[in-house]
């Protein structure tokens, strides 16, 4: 079966109340016609888990602005105003989490793992109702793997079984992502032949993709 499906296909498997990971950073690097396309479908009460919340007219930050985000999982809002708006008026739940803690978060919901150990956000609000562990005399905080009913991810070069290319810094949080969700769609800026790909420049191995879609450049 093919992996390449349309992006109706693409809409029909995105649902009210799921919780989804989106790929980029401020934009870069992010699945944003997949993303437009939700803003169409009007798809609502979602969690998002994401390194940010883009900009108000770019991306995830126009599900924020109209409201299709009930909680975000992320590690600043300071390029969206609206994010911060939204969250003082308690419209919408935010969650900040020191960037290196959710990728490591999401790697550790990847790989099976049980949490990870981190000294980051010790004596902070980072720490409150979170376990401490104490190894060989220090003291670290127990972050717990996050993972996703569907992972967004984008890849600039994509073959048909779904091995991902990203292109410098477009790489970002998609490869932790494609293996920490239930599901996992990439939005390609450019589908090619299997084969066509050099085995060195695969970043995220086919395995992790279930369906392709083509994006926008």
């Known amino acids: 079966m093919s992996k390449v499906i349309s992006m109706k296909e693409v809409l029909d498997k995105i649902y009210d109340g799921a919780t989804i990971m989106v790929g980029g950073f401020i934009g870069v690097g992010g699945p944003n016609t997949i993303v437009d396309g939700m803003l169409e479908k009007n798809v609502k009460d979602l969690t998002l888990i994401a390194n940010d919340t883009v900009v108000p007219e770019l991306g995830t930050g126009k599900l924020i602005v109209n409201k299709q ?18 969250m003082n008026a308690g419209e919408l739940e935010v969650e900040l989490v020191p960037q290196g803690t959710l990728a490591e978060r999401i790697r550790a919901a990847g790989a099976g793992l049980g949490g990870v150990l981190t000294p980051t956000g010790l004596g902070t609000i980072v720490e409150e109702g979170k376990q401490k562990v104490e190894v ?3 003291e670290f905080l127990l972050e717990k793997p996050v ?4 992972a967004l991810i ?3 070069k994509v073959d048909k079984k779904g091995n991902i290319y990203y292109n410098a810094s477009t790489r970002n949080f998609n490869p932790l992502m494609a293996m920490a969700a239930d599901l996992v769609i990439v939005e390609a800026e450019e589908i090619v032949e299997v084969g066509e790909l050099d085995p060195n420049d695969v970043m995220t191995p086919g395995i992790f993709v279930d369906f392709i879609v083509k994006g926008e450049n």
């Open 154 to 156: 984008k890849g600039s």
């Open 147 to 150: 993972k996703a009913d569907i």
């Open 136 to 138: 060989d005399g220090k």
């Open 69 to 86: 985000i009930k909680k975000a999982i992320v590690t600043h809002i300071g390029t969206n105003p609206e994010t911060g708006r939204q």
